[in-house]
């Protein structure tokens, strides 16, 4: 019965995260806090891990993710997940060969866009807000992760400017975890 709990979980996750892997993770926190599979506060370690994986982003998340409900989780998370696009792909090529032209297709694509955008702001806000901030602690300032925050404010300034790959980033976040032992 777990088996087929997290395949529609995941189904319907992936069937409106609308803007590619990390726009799972507003879905995977709701999922979180009603299943109780991981604790929320987790999503910061999963999205770090799943970046560090190989392959789709929101499968790997998904799979880590499902791991925590079930030993076989990762196997029916992805099927979830991608079972929705495999359907939506068959239908929608169908129909813009059909209707490429027309403006209620570029109406559609128009709302899209912003929308997969509010749900990656989302994801961005949540994987901050769990790794920049203690939300038991009380308080803005006792809540505040000062190094973390130093951590974050270093490799958003070095993305800017040097523009290097990202395993460069997370290697030297690893790299700094480790030689101040956080």
Not at 65 to 92: K, M, Y
Not at 140 to 148: D, F, G, I, Q, S
């Amino acid at each position: 019965m777990i088996y087929l709990l997290i395949y529609i979980e995941f189904f319907k996750t992936g069937l409106f995260a609308v803007g590619g892997g990390l726009a799972t993770l507003p879905f995977l926190y709701e999922m979180a806090v009603r299943r109780a599979w991981f604790p929320p506060e987790r999503l910061g370690d999963l999205l770090a891990v799943a970046q560090l994986l190989p392959g789709a982003i929101g499968i790997n998340l998904g799979a880590y993710a499902a791991s925590f409900a079930s030993p076989a989780g990762p196997v029916f998370a992805p099927l979830g997940l991608i079972t929705p696009q495999i359907i939506t792909i068959l239908l929608v090529s169908k129909a813009l060969d059909k209707y490429k032209d027309s403006p209620v297709t570029d109406a559609v694509f128009a709302a899209l866009k912003p929308a997969a955008c509010g749900l990656l702001a989302a994801a961005g806000f949540l994987v901050c807000r769990g790794a920049l901030f203690n939300m038991e602690a009380a308080g803005l300032l006792a809540a505040v992760r000062m190094r973390e925050c130093a951590i974050f404010v270093v490799i958003l300034a070095a993305v800017v400017l040097l523009k290097k790959h990202p395993a460069l980033y997370i290697g030297l976040a690893a790299l700094t975890g480790i030689a101040l032992k956080l």
